[in-house]
C-alpha cells in the first residue's frame, strides 16, 4: 500500500499528536482524528489544517468509517484491547501504542 493511498485515523491526541504529524509529514490523508477532549481536537485541528467534520469524540466514527484503512492508538493501556478488536473486525491496519492490552 502506498503512503498516498492510506486514510488514517488517530485515537488519542495526547501521544497521538507526534504520530498524526508523521502520517501527514509521509503524505498519508486524514479520515478523522479523536480525542475525549474537545479543546485537543480544536487545537491539532486547526494547527494541521484539518476540517472540524474530521473530529470527534467517539473513537467508533473511527471504526466504522469506510474510508479509513489505517488507524494509529494512542489511549489509555486499558483501552487498547477493546478498540484492537474492534478494528480488526472492520479490516483496518492498526499501529497501537504499547501495551496492547493489560493481560
Known sequence: MKVENLVVGVIGLGMGRAHLEGAIKYG??????????????????EKNSI????????????VNNKDINVVIIATPDQQHREQIEALLAAGKHIMCEKPLALT
Open 28 to 45: 498519508a490523508q486524514v479520515g478523522l482524528i479523536c480525542d475525549t477532549n474537545p479543546a485537543k481536537l480544536k487545537e491539532w485541528g
Open 51 to 62: 476540517p472540524e467534520e474530521k473530529w470527534t469524540t467517539d473513537w467508533h466514527d473511527i
